[in-house]
């Protein structure tokens, strides 16, 4: 059973910074597509960045320049730094494994960005 453990999450002011931690546990293989969304109140959830097993990152135009993905293979791990937060980044933030065909989610952490 695969599964998804975020952390990382909490309370920051504009202009601060957080890092979000995924680890995924199971039977998993080693070609996969990890990924971060988020879903404000009232709005629909939305991819804000993934990458690939070989390293090929892919972000929301909101988050170019702030925010970084990346993974470490080995710890079954993907980061989230965040950087310049802004409070309409405020956001239930979940992690995401795209596995061939099947998606896999964590329970989300919140982030929340004071002005």
């Known amino acids: 059973q695969v599964q998804l453990v975020e952390s990382g999450g909490g309370l920051v002011q504009a202009g601060g910074s957080l890092r979000l931690s995924c680890v995924v546990s199971?039977?998993?293989?080693?070609?996969?597509?990890m990924g971060w969304y988020r879903q404000a109140p009232g709005k629909q959830r939305e991819l804000v960045a993934s990458?690939?097993?070989?390293?090929?990152?892919n972000y929301a135009d909101s988050v170019k320049g702030r925010f970084t993905i990346s993974r470490d293979n080995a710890k079954n791990t993907v980061y989230l730094q965040m950087s310049s937060l802004k409070p309409e980044d405020t956001a239930v933030y979940y992690c995401?494994?795209?596995?061939?065909?099947?998606?896999?989610w964590g329970q989300g952490t919140q982030v929340t960005v004071s002005s």
């Open positions: 990458i690939t097993s070989g390293g090929t990152t």
């Open positions: 199971g039977r998993i293989f080693s070609i996969n597509v």
């Open positions: 995401n494994l795209l596995l061939r065909t099947t998606d896999y």
